[in-house]
């Protein structure tokens, strides 16, 4: 079974433009969360989504946003980047059903720099 | 609300030591816990987590750990590190629906030949 995929590997900003950012979870998989790695915050929980709906939601501002497709695939979205923003953003996946605390499958990031 | 502290941002073994990472949560409520690894340039891979039940929890790699309610700890334990062992290790708890992990904020294992 292939891992979960996050698209693209490396990407580079600029102040004020907006991002996207993908993520393919583990076939059958139904949850999928978002986490923000930096040196400084360390992992912060973005949000979750489950069968399409958000199922949990992190303290950021509502310049971040996510969604999730009818086939499990997810992107989140950034608008009006700010330099604070450079991150590894880190996709999971779990479940196959409804049930939480699983285990997390994580894909190897994004890793975005904001200029 | 939860939290999570690691304590020793940096730990430092030598190949065959034991080596103890330390965790200690707050939650008001009964916690899940975990520990995940990272390698470098890599996701999180999961070592073994507590659910409910035994209070010792046996991982991959050798790895173990024991959830101690009054001490409000998960310390992470093996008894002999591998030079393989070397990365970051996080230790995360969930108290709430959904799969919304805390994490504390890591300890970089580094194993001496």
């Known amino acids: 079974k292939a891992g979960v995929t996050q698209t693209p590997r490396y990407l580079i900003k600029t102040r004020g433009q907006q991002v996207t950012l993908s993520c393919s979870p583990i076939s059958g998989h139904r949850s999928v969360s978002w986490y923000q790695q930096t040196p400084g915050q360390g992992l912060q929980f973005l949000f979750e989504?489950?069968?399409?709906?958000?199922?949990n939601k992190g303290n950021f501002p509502g310049r971040f946003s996510g969604r999730q497709f009818s086939n499990s695939r997810s992107e989140m979205n950034v608008s009006t980047l700010e330099l604070g923003d450079s991150a590894l953003y880190l996709c999971a996946s779990s479940s196959q059903g409804a049930q939480t605390n699983e285990k997390l499958f994580f894909g190897s990031g994004t890793q975005l720099s904001v200029l | 609300a939860q939290s999570v502290t690691q304590l020793g941002s940096h730990v430092s073994v030598s190949e065959g030591a034991l080596v103890l990472l330390r965790c200690n949560y707050s939650?008001?409520?009964?916690?899940?816990l975990f520990w995940y690894v990272q390698y470098p340039n890599q996701g999180l891979q999961l070592l073994l987590k507590?659910?409910?039940?035994?209070?010792l929890v046996k991982g991959i790699n050798g790895f173990e750990a024991e959830f101690k309610k009054s001490e409000t700890s998960f310390h992470l334990t093996k008894p002999s590190a591998h030079m393989s062992d070397a990365a970051e290790y996080f230790c995360a708890v969930n108290s709430n629906a959904g799969n919304m992990l805390t994490f504390g904020g890591g300890t970089r294992l580094m194993v001496k030949p």
């Open positions: 507590y659910t409910t039940g035994a209070t």
């Open positions: 989504y489950f069968s399409e709906t958000q199922r």
């Open positions: 939650s008001s409520v009964p916690p899940y």
